[in-house]
């Protein structure tokens, strides 16, 4: 019974240090998550109107661009499927699904953007729509946000 009794005390004394030590995530701002809302707003706005300088810029030349069907792809090649993308007889265009955005801050570094986004086009006279879950790492210098990560799955 003192053994059951002292391990009982040592477990509970490990388990409050374990949660004392606990650090919680700074949560997100108000003021964040409208600042990558408003990228993530522009930069589908030059997506859309295939403004490829102007979409462009939003990535870092330092990409790496994670695909569940495509594996890795580095910068060069993201923008080389771009411009096949815009050169195509349809017009691509992505809107973010309403409610499923999700923005969480990186500590010196900038921030998380989480969400689905659906991409239309008409093809053979019939609307195709697709619905796909998305994550962005984005980094703030010099008060510019720019993409370093992506991630897209769900395809």
């Not at 990558?36 to 109107?49: C, K, V």
């Not at 994550?135 to 897209?152: A, E, F, G, Y």
Request: glycine residues 8%.
């Amino acid at each position: 019974m003192k053994y059951k009794l002292l391990h009982f005390a040592i477990v509970l004394l490990l388990a409050s240090n374990v949660v004392g030590k606990e650090r919680k995530v700074a949560a997100t701002t108000p003021s964040l998550f409208k600042e990558i809302a408003l990228q993530d707003s522009l930069m589908f706005a030059a997506f859309n109107t295939q403004n490829m300088p102007a979409f462009k810029a939003y990535f870092s030349t330092g990409l790496e661009w994670f695909q569940d069907n495509g594996g890795l792809i580095g910068y060069d090649t993201v923008f080389i499927n771009f411009a096949s993308t815009f050169a195509k007889p349809y017009k691509l265009t992505r809107k973010l699904v309403k409610g499923s955005l999700e923005v969480h801050p990186i500590k010196d570094y900038g921030a998380i953007e989480i969400g689905k986004h659906q991409f239309r086009h008409m093809e053979n006279g019939k609307e195709e729509v697709g619905t796909f879950k998305f994550l962005m790492i984005w980094k703030k210098q010099n008060d510019n946000w720019q993409i370093t990560r992506v991630v897209s799955y769900g395809h």
